[in-house]
């Protein structure tokens, strides 16, 4: 017993516990990990917004000298409301159809007239962009500058402020926004931005041209013995690259077709101007900025509203644009609107889109599921393709160096024209020539033209981003939403592509466009089974349609954006994996170590009474048997 060391010279236990009693448990240091990590991912993102903010402050300079080639539009705030950041706007894009006289006619001077108004609409609490188109031969009263009631047409608001000012920036602007507010009920208008065609031709040009399909042949020459005299036009149908004066042409032709077809055909020029250089705008920003801002006079000068005009774009740069239609009652020499109508229209610019419900999009392939070769045409109001047409594209498919696919069934009617075939060939964006042809097919109905295409180029700028793909039976289809309508359906064969695209109004349902593409067929063989094979897993009765407004990442920024999104997330998920894991391994040596000195305080009093504790130094004669022996 003497041998054994008193109580107060034994080793202290941790945390300074006397002899006998259970140590506390180290302190828990997992949620402070985990913190660490959270603040690491706030700091990342904050470092995320910082470079945007920096950017956009980097690119503001650019900007406003840009938007200052030209002297500002003058109007007054009450006219044109100020927003501040990260609040919805709505703008005003207006073309102005003011041209000088011709020189065998020096009183033949046209007056500044807006010849298009189209509001966007860019809020961040929306999935979509919205355009909506005013027609310009609305007739509606309004109040002139002096006070006098006039009952015209709405774009004659900008040619009265005009003529009542001498200034198309301050009185023409004016009396049009006004009106605008007013008739349409719109609570602000925000910022404005007016060109004309000599500017616009000249920044088509400068931008590279346009892809894009031109819906039908368009022609018109004044020179002609009895000719009426309006805007020439020469352009052949398909798609095709449009420079300045052919885009001016598609643009601003206003003959034989309505108010709703000639502001359809302005915004399939904007969409497809976004579908073929949405992605190289960043890296090309101040080419583009330079461009629009020699096409435009706006009132946009000031640096804090740019700012403010940046930031939402940034937000806003991969949402999909949508074509809002204006309610109308078309006439011969006007076009009338009830209040009832220019709500529901205005109601739905201002609100967004939303997506379509999944039994419609269901709807769309069940209800053109395909038996043999016959179609539910009947539900569809499909017509079989005239034999013409079939035969006209067999001489055709002789021409092409890939298989002419034709529809088995169109959707027209009996006061259509016939058909038009044509073969031609389209550069690309490298120069490389590609053999196509297109299909123009007309509904019967003022302006309503569709168009068949194929092409061994098969990645245009119209094929980029699709909305989504579906396999239906043997063929994969992409999908190109505008709105809640499918634009352009689309797929490959061989060393081709081939697509539909709707008319200039969309006036094709989800289902026509999905019935007509899956009955497009090689001309010359028999029509084969839409539903030869099946994908394993693949029901087309069940095969989901997207969402329209489905946001697609189109620039390479943004992909890059996302790409390290995912890196980011990815290191934080492997970090909390890390932080539950090492969590856990201190919980069992914490458990671990408790319990053996648990044990030790137990033992400690038998193993001194049997003098089993040793002294400091001291090896047992027991212990030092054994280790001689290891020896």
Not at 10 to 20: F, N
Not at 171 to 186: A, F, I
Not at 484 to 491: D, F, G, L, Q
Not at 602 to 616: D, F, T
Request: hydrophobic fraction near 40%.
């Amino acid at each position: 017993m003497s041998a054994l060391a008193p109580p107060s010279t034994m080793p202290p236990l941790p945390g300074g516990a006397p002899p006998g009693s259970v140590p506390p448990e180290p302190p828990r240091r997992g949620w402070w990990m985990a913190g660490r990590v959270l603040l690491a991912a706030l700091g990342i993102v904050a470092l995320v917004g910082a470079a945007s903010y920096l950017l956009a402050r980097g690119e503001l300079s650019s900007v406003v000298s840009a938007l200052r080639q030209h002297k500002p539009v003058q109007v007054a705030h009450t006219v044109l409301a100020p927003t501040g950041s990260g609040e919805p706007e709505t703008l005003l894009l207006v073309g102005n159809d003011e041209r000088p006289p011709p020189k065998d006619n020096p009183g033949g001077a046209v007056l500044p007239h807006s010849n298009e108004m189209l509001l966007v609409r860019i809020d961040p609490g929306q999935p979509t962009i919205s355009m909506l188109s005013i027609p310009r031969e609305l007739r509606v009263p309004f109040t002139r500058l002096n006070g006098e009631v006039e009952e015209n047409r709405i774009n004659s608001a900008y040619t009265f402020g005009y003529e009542e000012s001498g200034d198309t920036t301050s009185g023409g602007v004016k009396l049009m926004v006004e009106t605008l507010k007013r008739v349409l009920g719109l609570p602000v208008i925000n910022h404005v931005f007016v060109t004309n065609f000599k500017r616009f031709e000249h920044a088509v040009d400068e931008m590279g041209c346009v892809y894009m399909t031109v819906d039908k042949r368009y022609y018109h020459n004044n020179s002609e013995l009895g000719a009426e005299q309006y805007f020439e036009i020469d352009l052949q149908p398909g798609y095709q690259r449009l420079c300045g004066k052919q885009a001016l042409e598609f643009v601003a032709n206003r003959h034989e077709s309505t108010s709703l077809i000639r502001d359809a055909r302005d915004q399939r020029f904007l969409l497809d101007v976004k579908a073929q250089y949405g992605a190289t705008l960043f890296e090309n920003r101040e080419k583009f900025e330079r461009i629009f801002g020699k096409a435009v006079e706006t009132d946009l000068h000031g640096e804090a509203e740019v700012l403010a005009l940046l930031e939402l774009l940034a937000e806003s740069a991969g949402k999909p644009v949508r074509q809002v239609p204006f309610q109308v009652e078309l006439h011969s020499n006007y076009d009338t609107a009830t209040p009832q109508q220019i709500e529901a229209s205005v109601h739905s610019f201002l609100t967004g889109t939303a997506a379509l419900p999944q039994h419609r999009l269901n709807r769309a392939v069940r209800s053109v599921h395909v038996h043999g070769a016959h179609p539910a045409a009947s539900l569809l109001s499909l017509a079989p393709t005239p034999s013409s047409t079939l035969e006209e594209a067999q001489a055709l498919a002789g021409q092409l160096p890939f298989p002419l696919e034709a529809p088995r069934y169109q959707a027209t009617t009996a006061e259509a024209g016939p058909d038009t075939l044509r073969r031609y060939d389209i550069r690309d964006e490298q120069g490389h020539l590609h053999p196509i042809y297109t299909i123009v097919v007309g509904q019967g109905e003022l302006g309503q033209y569709y168009d068949v295409q194929g092409s061994t180029w098969t990645d245009p700028p119209l094929l980029s981003d699709p909305s989504q793909t579906v396999q239906i039976g043997s063929r994969t289809y992409s999908l190109f939403y505008d709105g809640e309508h499918v634009k352009t359906i689309a797929w490959r064969e061989g060393s081709a592509a081939y697509w539909i695209e709707n008319t200039l109004t969309d006036n094709l349902s989800p289902q026509a466009m999905v019935a007509i593409a899956r009955v497009t067929r090689p001309v010359g063989t028999p029509a084969a089974p839409a539903t030869p094979t099946r994908a394993a897993g693949t029901n087309p009765h069940t095969v989901a349609l997207p969402a329209p407004g489905t946001t697609t990442v189109t620039s390479l920024s943004v992909k890059i954006a996302v790409a390290l999104s995912f890196v980011v997330l990815a290191v934080l998920v492997l970090l909390a994996v890390l932080v539950l894991v090492r969590r856990r391994e201190l919980k069992l040596l914490r458990e671990q170590v408790a319990h053996a000195l648990e044990l030790e305080a137990r033992l400690r009093p038998r193993l001194a009474a049997a003098g089993g504790v040793p002294r400091p130094g001291h090896t047992p004669p027991a212990q030092a048997a054994r280790e001689h022996q290891l020896l």
